[in-house]
């Protein structure tokens, strides 16, 4: 199947639980694409709609946790387009509200690349900054 991606180590931001998030939310994204494929049970779909909706709020607020207790200095820009991609991912529930079968593969996969874009080129920014901060405080816990 040509929609479903895997992750990478390229997407990797270097924060073992935020990895694990990163991972989650794409296999959720698969799951749906196949689930779709496949013609699965509309019930199905839209929990699962609502699952992704629910744990990307989840990880989104992880992440930035984890970039706020460090004083990431772009940590408000970072915060502006993970609320974007919630206002999207609304929109797939929004879709599916009346009727499962609303859902168009396309817009799925549109989000899940918009997702993995996120990754590759926003949150690789906060990489080198959340090193830096590991560093100091390893080095302040050695003395």
């Given amino acids: 199947m040509t929609h479903i991606i895997e992750w ?5 931001v270097d924060v073992p639980e935020l990895d694990e998030c ?3 939310l794409m296999n959720m994204f698969n799951t749906l694409i196949e689930m779709k494929t496949n013609k699965g049970d509309a019930k199905d ?6 699952d992704i909706n629910e744990f990307s ?3 989104f607020s992880k992440e930035e946790k984890v970039l706020g ?6 940590l408000d820009t970072h915060s502006k387009t993970h609320r974007r991609f919630i206002k999207k991912a609304i929109g797939l ?3 599916i509200a009346e009727d499962v079968d609303n859902l168009a593969i396309e817009d799925i996969v549109e989000l899940r690349d918009w997702l993995v ?4 080129s926003t949150d690789i920014l906060f990489i080198p900054f959340c090193r830096i901060h590991r560093y100091v ?3 302040e816990n050695k003395k």
Avoid: M, W
Wanted: glycine fraction near 4%; include cysteine.
């Fill in 8 to 12: 990478d180590e390229k997407y990797s």
């Fill in 22 to 24: 990163q991972k989650q």
């Fill in 45 to 50: 779909v839209a929990n699962l709609v609502n």
């Fill in 57 to 59: 709020r989840i990880f």
């Fill in 69 to 74: 207790q460090k004083g990431y200095p772009d």
């Fill in 93 to 95: 529930r929004r879709e």
């Fill in 117 to 120: 874009t996120h990754f590759e």
């Fill in 137 to 139: 405080d390893e080095c």
